[in-house]
């Protein structure tokens, strides 16, 4: 659609983006600001929000805002982190669960256990990742950034008569 509109403050249209894309460049300006207290980012034309995260990692008390002209793009990178809709799935899928059914939960960005629906099942599989998997960063109930958190549920069983 952008490339198609072109507005006039449009740059560049295409919004490919990676985690750690620039790490020469994103470690030069940790260093610069090291002594600094109170670090202010703008990721300016962010597309879906990895370099945000990605700066999360370098700055991890810094105040970072990122910002696209993308509409899609800024859409993407909101669903990435609203712990709403994760509790609002996972909530919908221990409906439809018989009791003492398994729930297999992977790569999400949140901790089943932060749900209130995971109150009515037991973990039973844990997997543990070496070297912790760094792409799937976690956020909490408030899409806030744990950082340095391990989660490594992943296997939960419904427990009797918990839910409905
Ligand atoms: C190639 S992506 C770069 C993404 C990220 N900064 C990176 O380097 O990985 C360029 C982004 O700039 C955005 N963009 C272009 N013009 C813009 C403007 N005037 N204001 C904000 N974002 C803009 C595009 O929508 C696109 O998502």
Redesign the pocket.
Known sequence: M?RLRRPE??????????TN?YPRIFGFIQQQLAAQPDVRLL?????TG??VFTLRDYFPTAFIKG????PR?IATCEHLIRFADFERQVTDFARCLKDGGFCVIRHTKFRFADTHVAAGFEPVLQVVRKPPDKTTPLFDRNNCRLMDAVYSDVVFRKCLGSYG
Do not use: H, K, Q, V
């Open positions: 952008l403050n449009l740059f560049r249209y295409r919004g490919f983006t990676a894309r990721s300016f034309g962010g597309s990895a370099e910002i696209d002209i993308n793009s």
